[in-house]
């Protein structure tokens, strides 16, 4: 599967962001899927998941209740909601898939998955 990430962008704190990751080549339904990070000078970390089944969720402590992973499968995307951004939100943000997955299971960990998309920019402004 291929991954196309876009829907990044310069927004002031407080304001929201909508990151779509398009697939392209199979079917993104049968894939675990999930949101990372970097922030400028910092390691890759963690910020969504969404199970296979579509009915199992995973966030990042520090977007928890911010942010929202969801699935279009008519339109093959995955989505990350943001909203509620924070300076501390600035990144380039990654979508990736993984096939390996048991069907329940959300995937946290970067090294677990396969395929990864190009990365787009969010900028936040305080």
């Known amino acids: 599967v291929q991954l196309q990430a876009s829907g990044g962008g310069l927004v002031q704190a407080g304001g929201s962001l909508r990151l779509s990751c398009a697939a392209s080549?199979?079917?993104?339904?049968?894939?675990?899927v999930g949101w990372f990070r970097r922030a400028p000078g910092k390691e890759q970390e963690f910020v969504a998941a969404?199970?296979?089944?579509?009915?199992?969720?995973a966030y990042a402590d520090s977007v928890k209740g911010r942010f929202t992973i969801s699935r279009d499968d008519a339109k093959n995307t995955v989505y990350l909601q943001m909203n509620s951004l924070k300076p501390e939100d600035t990144a380039v943000y990654y979508c990736?898939?993984?096939?390996?997955?048991?069907?329940?299971?959300?995937?946290?960990?970067?090294?677990?998955?396969?395929?990864w998309g190009q990365g787009t920019l969010v900028t936040v402004s305080s």
């Open positions: 990736a898939a993984d096939d390996n997955s048991h069907y329940a299971a959300t995937v946290t960990i970067a090294d677990d998955y396969g395929f």
């Open positions: 080549g199979r079917t993104l339904s049968m894939y675990a």
């Open positions: 969404l199970s296979w089944s579509g009915g199992s969720t």
